[in-house]
């Protein structure tokens, strides 16, 4: 980062270099009609025992996605310094005012903050935020884990993902994380929109950087809490963090490797209406299978359009409300590897 940009305007109450376990926020002033000299809470914890590496772990990038809230709650309230050789930042819950709102994007400036990497200090909320973790965060930690699934719009098979990067041996370091993390599936992503993400970020800065889609459709599950759960146990456990053994899903060892070989695995609406979906999630689709078709609204008689599989693949994501607009994602396909 160059250092001609000014100072964050954020503020941590928490000292990152002291042992034990601490509780506290990040603060981002707001000021706004209902409080003048107000701020944006946005909680962080620390748990440190002595020197060893360092996993940030991140929930709550977009707001309307709760595997990562969830469990990275319930590892902030349980997990003991004793256990841990290192030390664990977690931010249950990072773009806090959307989150609250249970919003993808931030209600204060529409920010979607995993589009606003590396961030400004002098931005919007939004990217002040991304740019207090780009400048103050990430400079501290060896392992990135950033959760998400696909929010009140899309839902995932539970997968966790990492991305082909010019520097193979950290390509490899983050595969092995992925693989590590122990969700059923494991994806080499293909971004569709890579500008602005925190991943690309965290990649540059040479972290070892695992993101996750467990699922979406604004809500969570007992099995997806699970995956979550264990998987960023694993992640601690590979980092040389937490002495434990890893904890396996019982189905099997190793997670089904997903590729995305181009871009005939994305599937958009042409039209807006009613879909009906024909191949759900985790069925397989033949080239030219239909994959759902979209009845048009407001009079009988037309007939529906097809959406067919461009290519061979595992639905890997699915549009999830009833009724579709022009450009919305209908599937996402993945190739078995
Ligand atoms: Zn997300």
Not at 147 to 164: M, N, Q, V
Not at 255 to 262: E, F, H, V
Request: with cysteine.
């Amino acid at each position: 980062m160059p250092d001609t940009l000014p100072p964050s305007p954020i503020s941590c109450d928490l000292d990152f270099d002291r042992d034990g376990a601490q509780h506290g926020f990040l603060r981002l002033p707001w000021s706004r009609d209902d409080s003048a000299w107000g701020s944006v809470m946005i909680p962080i914890c620390v748990i440190r025992n002595g020197a060893g590496p360092t996993a940030l772990l991140i929930g709550g990038n977009h707001g309307d996605e709760y595997e990562g809230p969830v469990a990275l709650y319930d590892l902030a309230a349980k997990l003991d310094p004793a256990q841990i050789n290192g030390r664990v930042i977690i931010l249950p819950t990072l773009n806090e005012p959307a989150f609250r709102a249970g919003r993808r994007t931030s209600p204060i400036d529409n920010g979607n903050l995993n589009r606003s990497f590396p961030g400004r200090p002098d931005g919007t909320p939004t990217q002040k935020i991304a740019d207090y973790v780009t400048r103050h965060l990430f400079s501290l930690a060896d392992y990135v884990l950033d959760f998400h699934s696909g929010g009140k719009t899309l839902d995932f098979l539970p997968l966790a993902a990492c991305h082909i990067l010019p520097d193979k041996a950290q390509e490899a370091r983050c595969r092995a994380a992925v693989a590590a993390f122990g969700a059923p599936y494991a994806l080499q992503m293909l971004e569709i929109d890579s500008v602005g993400l925190l991943d690309g970020v965290a990649e540059d800065m040479g972290k070892t950087f695992v993101t996750t889609e467990l699922g979406g459709a604004g809500t969570t599950t007992p099995e997806r809490l699970a995956i979550a759960k264990r998987g960023t146990h694993n992640l601690l456990v590979h980092a040389g963090i937490l002495d434990a053994p890893p904890e396996l899903s019982g189905e099997r060892a190793e997670p089904q490797w997903l590729d995305m070989p181009d871009g005939d695995c994305f599937v958009f609406a042409q039209e807006g209406g009613l879909i009906e979906p024909c191949i759900g999630l985790g069925g397989r689709g033949e080239p030219g299978d239909v994959l759902a078709f979209i009845h048009p609204v407001g009079r009988t008689g037309a007939r529906p359009v097809a959406y067919r599989a461009p290519r061979a693949g595992l639905v890997m994501a699915r549009h999830v409300p009833g009724l579709v607009k022009p450009g919305d994602c209908l599937a996402v396909l993945a190739v078995e590897i």
